[in-house]
């Protein structure tokens, strides 16, 4: 019984394991396919979908509008006491001014019908139609605007795990340098050749290494999560990159075009189209102005009887109606609210085109800021990259001199220290132009969403 037991509990196990292989997946992407899984699976990218296809039902709804509008009436009355009337008095031989209270009709009443109507015009409508097509218009660029955070966002993340995987390599050349100088020194150490202070000061700086190590290595795997949290990836699922910072290439730097169309920018496009809206909203208040006209019908029968049954035996009698007709609306006093909704719209539209204005400037401006940022990201990076060679020279020579007996061990320890320095602000200004490249694509509108 206790085998049968053993046995079944591992099975159990094996179908839970099998189960979680199931559910976790692996991928190895470049930022490229990073940035397309991202646009099918972040939800901020689902969501901009899912409001274009509200637009596009809002625009049928408003099309229905328009259109022929049919609905059946159905009508029962059961008057517990028949409605009076008074008949003046001299109908039966009464003296004149007298009054003869009588009712007519009968206790129940049912009607049943059609009726239907056809807006013929309307200047609201045909304004909202058009209100519509635009809104449809602006949850698309608000789906582009999306698609473009997200590009940035992923890149961002994407640049961020690559230099800490850079460092990671930086760190593990370090750790090797370090305790090969480490072993050398202890030999000479063991022979009398180094003093025990040459020994501990490389041992504190080759334990500081190995901790730094496991720290950039704690920091990748939440870089790693980062990078899966912005493309809309399950953190269970496993993420791997296929590229390196040597993969990279930085754009060369080109001189700006003075004149740049801001509309390239989705941020412009978004305002361009409120000020349609905008206009479309004072087309709207002034349309109300104008006469309404519908065209109704409608088809009922009525059927009155003193005993409920008799409605629904055949034997009521029912009584045919038929109307058509024309209905105008003609909007006459209002108290003045009409033209303050004008007022507003106008004002409305003015503050949305001094917005337009003042875009238009800053764009300017943010374009000249990130071109300046990035010429001189670039130019730094290059710099700190000769410093970081110079570093590792002096390093180079510095173990050379101490090997040979014509060099201290300070001075390898500040040449090691000097280099470690290099590589990181190698690494910074890596990771600046890296950032740099993001926000001058985003200025120039140049980032690519499909």
């Not at 039902?57 to 009076?84: A, C, H, M, R, W």
């Not at 009443?109 to 059609?114: E, F, H, M, Q, R």
């Not at 966002?153 to 760190?171: D, G, H, M, P, W």
Request: with cysteine; aromatic share 8%; hydrophobic share 35%.
């Amino acid at each position: 019984m206790k085998n049968r037991l053993l046995i079944a509990g591992f099975w159990l196990l094996s179908l839970t394991a099998a189960k979680a292989q199931d559910t976790v997946s692996s991928f190895t992407f470049n930022l490229e396919e990073c940035i397309d899984y991202a646009f099918n699976n972040q939800y901020g990218v689902k969501n901009a979908e899912l409001d274009v296809e509200m637009a596009e039902s809002v625009v049928k709804e408003t099309i229905g509008g328009g259109l022929p509008q049919v609905s059946g009436v159905l009508n029962f009355q059961d008057y517990l006491k028949l409605p009076t009337q008074l008949i003046p008095g001299e109908f039966f031989g009464q003296e004149p001014g007298t009054y003869i209270p009588v009712q007519f009709g009968t206790q129940f009443a049912l009607t049943y019908g059609l009726e239907a109507t056809q807006l013929l015009f309307d200047g609201s409508y045909f304004v909202g139609l058009q209100a519509s097509k635009v809104y449809k218009e602006l949850s698309e660029k608000n789906l582009r605007r999306s698609r473009i955070e997200t590009a940035i966002a992923v890149s961002k993340a994407y640049y961020t795990t690559l230099v800490t995987e850079e460092r990671l390599q930086l760190t593990d050349v370090n750790i090797a340098r370090l305790k090969r100088q480490l072993d050398e020194t202890q030999a000479l150490y063991e022979n009398g050749f180094a003093e025990k202070i040459d020994m501990d000061r490389l041992q504190v700086m080759y334990n500081n290494t190995l901790t730094e190590r496991e720290n950039l290595t704690r920091l990748a795997a939440l870089n790693i999560q980062m990078l899966k949290f912005q493309m809309g990836m399950p953190i269970q699922h496993e993420l791997k990159l296929k590229e390196t910072i040597d993969d990279i290439q930085f754009e060369p730097v080109l001189l700006l075009n003075e004149d740049m169309d801001p509309s390239n920018r989705i941020e412009y496009s978004l305002l361009e189209t409120q000020a349609s809206l905008n206009e479309l909203d004072l087309k709207r208040y002034k349309s109300t102005m104008l006469p309404r006209l519908e065209a109704f019908g409608s088809y009922n029968r009525m059927g009155q009887e003193n005993q409920f049954g008799d409605l629904f035996n055949g034997d009521g009698q029912y009584f045919p109606t038929t109307v058509v007709g024309l209905r105008l609306t003609i909007p006459l006093i209002g108290g003045g609210q009409k033209w303050q909704q004008i007022r507003q719209a106008k004002l409305s539209l003015r503050k949305t085109e001094n917005e337009l204005d003042n875009l238009k400037n800053a764009i300017s401006l943010e374009v000249k800021q990130a071109n300046t940022n990035y010429i001189n990201s670039l130019e730094s990076m290059a710099n700190q990259e000769r410093n970081m060679e110079l570093a590792e020279e002096v390093y180079r020579v510095a173990q050379i001199k101490y090997s040979q007996g014509v060099g201290s061990s300070l001075e390898v320890t500040t040449a090691e220290t000097s280099l470690k320095e290099a590589q990181t602000n190698y690494i910074n200004s890596l990771y600046e132009a890296l950032i740099a490249k993001i926000d001058l694509q985003k200025a120039t509108g140049t980032i690519e969403t499909e």
